[in-house]
């Protein structure tokens, strides 16, 4: 994509997000419920993760999970934005989208332990949960992704497709697939003793031995932890073997195209040329390959020119 086209779609995030925020701020002043028709603006305080789930559980877990778990999730959608094939718009800005609606609640518990909601609708005696425009944006983005997909299916799928499997070359992606894991999980180590040796004294200097409240909050910490190490290792694994398969990939295409070459294939006008996918490394490679077809092609009709020469002066 074109840097216009980048601005654009990360512009979309942060819009999200700020028209979000702001709604939010505006929505902690009501102290009185208002009614419009159908619809009922009423100020909640959500310590769960999504429409008062997980609420019981203790803070340090509930907080310290979803929080990270948000910086994971931006993560993830700069992953996806750099490993879409093509430029696709419409898909890039759905990321976009649900990405900022996830973040504005992330980021109301960053800053207040709990998501603040106040948008609900009543129908006679129904009435619906109460939410916020962060989880209306969400739905939004879900929608507009799910139109995406099947609008772009043929790009992000096509039928003929040579390397429709990830493992091109199984051997040398997985090795840097596990190289670019461990390094991954060695960081994790480090951040693992660090943190959890600060939490512990810290804890140790505020209230003594206290073995229950040692328990009580250095448990969550090492379970929620665990479980974002493994949802982190995953990733790990899977951008290394995303990433040595765009290396791999226009190696093994150049490495086939020798060989068609070496067996007399492709030397034609209208011979194939090299093509690699869009976002593919050593896009050079296709250039290379052209000029190894005009070269081979040149020095066969010279050495046809030259036979045919010979032949005439024997005769």
């Known amino acids: 994509m074109k840097r216009k086209d980048w601005i654009f779609v990360i512009a979309v995030l942060f819009v999200c997000i700020i028209t979000d925020q702001i709604s939010k701020i505006w929505a902690s002043g009501l102290i009185l419920e208002q009614s419009f028709g159908v619809i009922r603006m009423v100020l909640v305080h959500n310590h769960g993760a999504m429409l008062g789930l997980f609420s019981e559980l203790p803070a340090v877990l509930r907080i310290v999970t979803l929080s990270t778990s948000g910086v994971f999730i ?27 609606g996830i973040l504005g609640n992330v980021l109301d518990r960053i800053l207040y332990g709990y998501v603040i909601d106040f ?53 040398f992606q997985i090795k840097h697939s596990i190289i670019f894991t461990a390094i991954g999980i060695f960081i994790t180590l480090i951040c693992l003793v660090f943190s959890y040796t600060y939490l512990k004294v810290t804890i140790q200097e505020l209230v003594g031995d206290n073995n229950f409240l040692i328990t009580k909050f250095v448990r969550p910490f090492l379970f929620t932890f665990v479980i974002l190490t493994l949802m982190f290792t995953i990733m790990l694994f899977s951008i290394g073997k995303l990433i040595s398969h765009r290396i791999a990939g226009p190696i093994y295409a ?52 030259s036979v045919m020469t010979y032949s005439d002066d024997s005769t």
């Not at 996806?80 to 990405?99: E, G, V």
């Not at 916020?132 to 969400?138: E, F, R, S």
């Not at 043929?154 to 493992?167: G, V």
């Open 119 to 171: 948008i609900a609708l009543q129908i006679n005696d129904w009435h619906s949960p109460v939410w916020n425009l962060a989880d209306m944006v969400q739905w939004f983005g879900y929608i507009l992704m799910i139109y995406s997909l099947f609008k772009y299916s043929e790009q992000l799928w096509p039928d003929k497709n040579d390397r429709k499997s990830f493992w091109i070359n199984k051997k």
């Open 254 to 305: 150049f490495e086939r195209f020798l060989t068609d070459i070496l067996e007399g294939k492709g030397l034609t006008k209208e011979g194939s040329a090299l093509q690699l996918r869009t976002n593919d490394d050593f896009k050079h490679l296709e250039e290379l390959a052209e000029q190894v077809k005009i070269k081979l092609n040149k020095m066969n009709s010279e050495k046809t020119v």
């Open 74 to 100: 931006l993560c993830l959608y700069f992953l996806i934005q750099y490993l879409i094939p093509r430029k696709l718009l419409s898909l890039r800005i759905s990321l976009s989208i649900l990405t900022g």
